[in-house]
């Protein structure tokens, strides 16, 4: 049985930093596509950055602020997230899929957290 288990979130100003971090079991992290989501409350669960193969790709919003990083024998998923802002305030997913690519819609991934809430304040 496949759990990913989100930590590392939490209520931090803007201008700030905040390390995330999934931790799976029942699956090997070596062999999959892994990714990070968020939502916010009213909007669409929106793909943050993914990590498949070797490769990563992060999305524009976040660029050159968040990187996304994997520990494949630690079975762990990290976003490090700097310079934050209001508007990176969300629940953040992590999502596995035994998929090669980095695709960041949230229906190609089969495997989900349960999240981990980012707060962000001006």
């Known amino acids: 049985q496949v759990q990913l288990v989100e930590s590392g979130g939490g209520s931090v100003q803007a201008g700030g930093s905040l390390r995330l971090s999934c931790a799976g079991s029942?699956?090997?992290?070596?062999?999959?596509?892994m990714a990070w989501f968020r939502q916010a409350p009213g909007k669409e669960r929106e793909g943050v950055a993914g990590?498949?193969?070797?490769?990563?790709s992060v999305a524009d919003s976040v660029k050159g602020r968040f990187t996304i990083s994997r520990d494949n024998p630690k079975n762990t998923l990290y976003l490090q997230m700097n310079s934050l802002k209001p508007e990176d305030t969300a629940m953040y997913y992590c999502?596995?899929?035994?998929?090669?690519?980095?695709?960041?819609?949230?229906?190609?991934?089969?495997?989900w957290g349960q999240g981990t809430q980012v707060t962000v304040s001006s």
């Open positions: 999502a596995a899929r035994m998929v090669w690519g980095l695709r960041l819609t949230a229906d190609a991934y089969r495997y």
């Open positions: 990590s498949s193969g070797g490769s990563t």
């Open positions: 029942g699956l090997r992290y070596s062999t999959y596509s």
